[in-house]
């Protein structure tokens, strides 16, 4: 079983919905991650919290909101998305690094954009 | 020039072979190496990582780098069809939280 959580797995959502993507970890990472991945293509970097800050921003759209409450939760916020949104979104966390700490994933959460 | 490169596949392999992946970096500066396994619509599950020159064993799986050649591998021995799925590679650098990913490699094993 993942250490890292992510909820719901799958999210169905119009392009003036607003809509939220929730992960959780417990395993003292202080490092959290967004990623987007689309068929047959890697993780691409959307946003990088480090204690609880955010660090890299990967010029990502403003209507994908990133949002850190505590060290154990991340929270990704979408509003009036596109249909090119639609991919899996990963949630990853590491210790903050000296560079030599694995990310662990989520499950994902398969968003679609109608 | 892309950071971190690897062959799309897919690699062809009879169950019970030695299956080699490879991946080339562009930054000197990467310290972190790490591959990973994606099966079809899951998420990447971590199966290595390796810091030093050098191989690196781990049951099946050998992570092999070569830092002066900027060239990382994975063997994976004794291939299973359970070992069907795209091996992604992602290096990283010290103090920084940014992973740069390959585009993966397919694998197919064959029974």
């Known amino acids: 079983d993942t250490e890292v959580t992510q909820t719901p797995k799958h999210l169905v959502m119009g392009m003036t919905n607003k809509k939220s993507l929730k992960c959780e970890q417990h395993?003292?990472?202080?490092?959290m991650y967004w990623y987007k991945q689309k068929a047959k293509k890697p993780p691409e970097l959307m946003f990088v919290y480090s204690y609880e800050k955010l660090s890299i921003n990967e010029s990502v759209p403003s209507r994908f909101s990133p949002e850190c409450p505590n060290s154990s939760l991340l929270n990704l916020h979408l509003h009036a998305l596109q249909p090119e949104d639609s991919a899996l979104y990963l949630c990853a966390s590491s210790q903050v690094t000296t560079g030599d700490s694995p990310l662990h994933f989520g499950n994902g959460t398969r968003l679609t954009v109608t | 020039q892309k950071e971190v490169e690897q062959n799309s596949g897919p690699l062809s392999v009879p169950e019970g072979a030695i299956a080699s992946l490879n991946c080339t970096y562009s930054?000197?500066?990467?310290?972190?190496f790490f591959w990973y396994r994606q099966y079809s619509g899951k998420s990447p599950e971590l199966i290595m990582f390796i810091y030093s020159n050098g191989d690196k064993e781990d049951g099946r799986f050998t992570a092999q780098l070569n830092k002066a050649s900027q060239y990382v591998s994975l063997l994976i021995r004794d291939s299973q069809p359970s070992d069907s799925a795209t091996y992604l590679c992602?290096?990283?650098?010290?103090?920084?939280?940014?992973?740069?990913f390959g585009s993966g490699t397919k694998l197919n094993v064959k029974p």
């Open positions: 930054d000197r500066g990467s310290q972190s």
């Open positions: 395993m003292g990472h202080r490092a």
């Open positions: 992602a290096v990283n650098r010290v103090n920084f939280n940014k992973f740069y």
